[in-house]
């Protein structure tokens, strides 16, 4: 069985819409664990568009907590490449 490719939408300015369901199924959560770190700052995101041969493409990268789900995204809308990592702790601050 084959899942059904993932189409991202963008609003009149051009910006990606991102689902909170889509996000909280990717990170494996439930959708209102992750309204509440967003409730919290606890969300990050970065869109870079792409350049030369990856002109057309934009890679997504959204970070909640310790992890962070990145898509490559075509010129249609479509996911072409997603994935999810779990990064290491920051290290912790010297106090002074």
């Given at each position: 069985m084959t899942a059904a490719a993932l189409t991202l939408a963008r609003d009149e300015?051009?910006?990606f819409l991102l689902p909170?369901?889509?996000l909280a199924e990717r990170f494996g959560?439930?959708?209102e664990t992750l309204h509440d770190m967003m409730r919290r700052g606890l969300v990050s995101s970065?869109?870079?568009r792409g350049e030369g041969e990856d002109a057309g493409r934009w890679r997504l990268s959204v970070?909640?907590?310790n992890r962070r789900w990145q898509a490559i995204v075509e010129a249609d809308g479509t996911v072409g490449q997603q994935r999810i990592d779990v990064l290491p702790a920051a290290p912790a601050r010297?106090?002074?």
């Open positions: 300015s051009g910006e909170a369901d889509m959560w439930p959708t970065r869109v870079e970070r909640c907590g010297k106090q002074r």
